[in-house]
Nanobody, 123 residues
Framework: QVQLVESGGGSVQAGGSLRLSCAASGYTYSYSQYCMGWFRQAPGKEGERVTTIDTTGRTTYADSVKGRFTISKDNAKNTLYLQMNSLKVEDTAMYYC???????????????WGQGTQVTVSS
């Protein structure tokens, strides 16, 4: 059972930066065999896939964060990162780390979730 623990959330003013981390443990396969991602959910809004990174290092980003957010993965440390720059008020949300085995293509039921970390951006 994969366990994911996020950290690094907090409150920041618009234009500022935060770096989220996600430490993984309890994985069945090698950590490098998991696709990882960050998702977020704001109150009253649908959840959003923010960014993902697959086992080859290929990344995807939501249009709303392109050019501002960067996902990275350290397989030696079993840790996922999200560098968030030029933060906007609309980035305020609970951010969740997620993992899925390389073969699952983010299929529902095959995703492991962290407990979330709150990011609040004020104007």
């Amino acid at each position: 059972q994969v366990q994911l623990v996020e950290s690094g959330g907090g409150s920041v003013q618009a234009g500022g930066s935060l770096r989220l981390s996600c430490a993984a443990s309890g994985y069945t396969y090698s950590y490098s065999q998991y696709c990882m991602g960050w998702f977020r959910q704001a109150p009253g809004k649908e959840g959003e896939r923010v960014t993902t990174i697959d086992t080859t290092g290929r990344t995807t980003y939501a249009d709303s964060v392109k050019g501002r957010f960067t996902i990275s993965k350290d397989n030696a440390k079993n840790t996922l990162y999200l560098q968030m720059n030029s933060l906007k008020v609309e980035d305020t949300a609970m951010y969740y780390c997620a993992a899925t085995p390389w073969y699952s293509d983010w299929r529902p039921g095959s995703i492991y979730w962290g407990q979330g970390t709150q990011v609040t951006v004020s104007s």
